[in-house]
């Protein structure tokens, strides 16, 4: 039951801002959109939350759009170790509390 | 370490057995929530416990499943008569109450039903 389409897979050069792209169409007014990624054989790793405004932190930048139909995920300098399944999830702040992931964005960093 | 551990990390079991699984939450987290992931998906959520209460089932969650939180620390998830199509890597996630609600996961818990 994810709400969100991603691309399947996309590759992006070491040491370049890599811009992970998230349509959320249907995201309702008390929706949050998370971020989390999957390293091979670990367990996903929360990376970022937010709701309509723009949100940095260590990881990495969120930007939704005004309409909040979509956002990218962005990772200002790639490295080798980002190379990882990123799953973008709407999700209502409370209530509900679990995450519906889909099959993700494959994302590969290039030396 | 103070981050989610689960345990066993691997398990090989014959069709047809028992199995259960560890996850230790985050000390302060109250939230304790369970997923399953097969190869080539992503994860899927099976039950959720605030505290001892068990909130939250998904219809995943067959008969054969059952999740436990004692004490309102550690869980447990056995599964009976394991199935080949039981195989799959079973992942631990814990939350607080407080802040953004983010899940922490575990390493996760690999079962293979030979």
């Known amino acids: 039951d994810a709400k969100t389409t991603q691309p399947p897979s996309m590759d992006c050069a070491e040491g370049r801002a890599a811009n992970l792209p998230c349509n959320h169409s249907t995201i309702s007014g008390n929706e949050y959109v998370y971020w989390y990624r999957q390293i091979h054989s670990q367990g996903p790793q929360y990376i970022i939350h937010?709701?309509?405004n723009n949100e940095t932190n260590e990881m990495a930048s969120l930007i939704i759009t005004e309409d909040r139909k979509s956002s990218t995920l962005i990772l200002p300098h790639a490295t080798l170790r980002d190379t990882a399944v990123y799953y973008c999830i709407v999700r209502a702040y409370y209530g509900n509390n679990r995450l519906a992931f889909g099959k993700g964005n494959q994302v590969v960093v290039i030396p | 370490d103070t981050g989610v551990s689960q345990d066993p990390r691997h398990k090989i079991t014959k069709r047809g057995q028992n199995v259960t699984f560890r996850c230790d939450p985050i000390?302060?987290?109250?939230?304790l929530y369970w997923y399953r992931q097969t190869l080539g998906q992503g994860p899927e959520f099976l039950t959720y416990?605030?505290?001892?209460?068990?909130?939250?089932k998904s219809r995943l969650l067959s008969d054969r499943f059952s999740a436990e939180r004692p004490k309102g620390s550690f869980s447990t998830l056995e599964i009976q008569r394991t199935e080949q199509g039981d195989s799959a890597m079973y992942l631990c996630?814990?939350?607080?109450?407080?802040?953004?609600?983010?899940?922490?996961f575990g390493p996760g818990t690999r079962l293979t039903v030979t």
């Open positions: 000390s302060e987290h109250n939230r």
């Open positions: 416990f605030q505290n001892e209460a068990q909130l939250e």
């Open positions: 937010g709701l309509k």
């Open positions: 996630a814990s939350s607080s109450t407080q802040g953004a609600n983010e899940q922490y």
